[in-house]
């Protein structure tokens, strides 16, 4: 019995999309549209006689037919990178100094280090996780080659996307009825932090400080146990937790604008291949997310 081949675009797609968790988030992973990308799931559900995906209106799921796949289609594309890189090189080695606050690591970081990994072998990656604000002068100082940061200045770095700010609680305490209204706050020079109390002083709204962490997991925990509200980036809020909107009135809370993060890099990183690969790599992966025009340099 003849089957139809899986063609290698049909595999790159599925796997993006799992990745990534949609399809609009997907298609900067393949550099194709969205509506490119859901036509190429549907070739492969029709070779493979079976869907791999249930599209709901807010979350995909791998079928078991889909999950069955992944293996097989993962292996396939680590081969094709493997003999990319065995025939057609550069053969790159060294050391890529890469800083990342923890809550873009996971939503941002991964898919650029997988893509990274499967066509760059020989290079070592060195990961720093802490705030915006404590990398973005390492990066100066040359401590670090490359950061993916919130922007503390409109022409640092090259901009990549923008990520929303959002009030966050937990649903059963409804923290956010309580006056002051207690909050949880990372460290004195965040820029989460200086918007959080911008916005409520703007808005007039009583509040008090009853928790400090500079960690994301610390934000978390203060707002999962009814502490206090929080404001986080939405790439890093749990499903389990409540982006507070659409409140009463009397209740509601102010708006944020979103951080704009960029991709910097230091001077003496210049003219290192590695490095050089390394924020390519980043710039075709997220770049495409953005939603305004692109700043560059260096610090």
Known sequence: MNHPDFQ???LRAFVAVVDAGSL???????HRSQSAVSMQIKKLETALGRPVLLRG???L????AGAELLSYARRVLDLQAEAHAALFGPQLAGRVRLGVPDDYASAYLTPVLRSFAHRYQGVE???TCEQSTALIPRVVKGELDLALVSQDKVQRGRFLFDEPLVWVGAAQYEVWRRDPLPIAVYESASMARQATLSAL???RRAYRIVYHSSSLAGQLAAVESGLAVAVLTRCSVPP???ILQNL??????PPLDAMHVAVLRSKVSQRQPAVDAMYEQMVRTLGSLGVRGASTGSA
Do not use: K, M, Y
């Not at 609009?24 to 393949?30: M, R, Y």
């Not at 799921?61 to 078991?64: A, G, I, R």
């Open 201 to 203: 002083a703007a808005r």
């Open 57 to 59: 209106p807010r979350h």
């Open 61 to 64: 799921e791998v079928t078991p």
């Open 240 to 242: 389990h937790l409540q």
């Open 125 to 127: 990656i060195e990961l």
């Open 248 to 253: 009463p009135a009397e209740f509601d809370l």
């Open 24 to 30: 609009s988030g997907a298609a900067p992973l393949v």
């Open 8 to 10: 290698i675009d049909w």
